[in-house]
């Protein structure tokens, strides 16, 4: 089973930065397309940023420009560097692992807290 673990939320003033991180386990992280999403109370769950493993990003309208998705495949991690950070961006931000190959391997974190307030 593939397991993912995310770090690095917190607490973080209006207009500050903040960077997750996201392990996977197993050797095939590299075909692996990987995500971002993040809910709010209340709210759906939504995409925040993508990157599939040829490269392609997506970003969800409102984080353009300010977050930047990543990965580094000698580590089995993923990142998301997050800037000028908003009320609006407090939420629990979700880790997703995606094998295109395979419809079956899609795999979720445990969720990192981010809150965003002065």
């Excluded at 209340?42 to 420009?65: F, H, I, M, N, W």
Aim: net charge positive.
């Amino acid at each position: 089973q593939v397991q993912l673990v995310e770090s690095g939320g917190g607490l973080v003033q209006p207009g500050g930065s903040l960077r997750l991180s996201c392990v996977v386990s197993g050797n095939i992280f590299s075909i692996y397309d990987v995500g971002w999403y993040r809910q709010a109370p209340g709210k759906q769950r939504e995409l925040v940023a993508t990157l599939t493993g040829g490269g392609t990003t997506t970003y969800a309208d409102s984080v353009k420009g300010r977050f930047t998705i990543s990965r580094d495949n000698t580590k089995n991690t993923v990142y998301l560097q997050m800037s000028s950070l908003t009320p609006e961006d407090t939420a629990v931000y979700y880790c997703n692992a995606r094998n295109p190959y395979n419809l079956r391997g899609n795999y979720w974190g445990q969720g990192t807290q981010v809150t965003v307030s002065s």
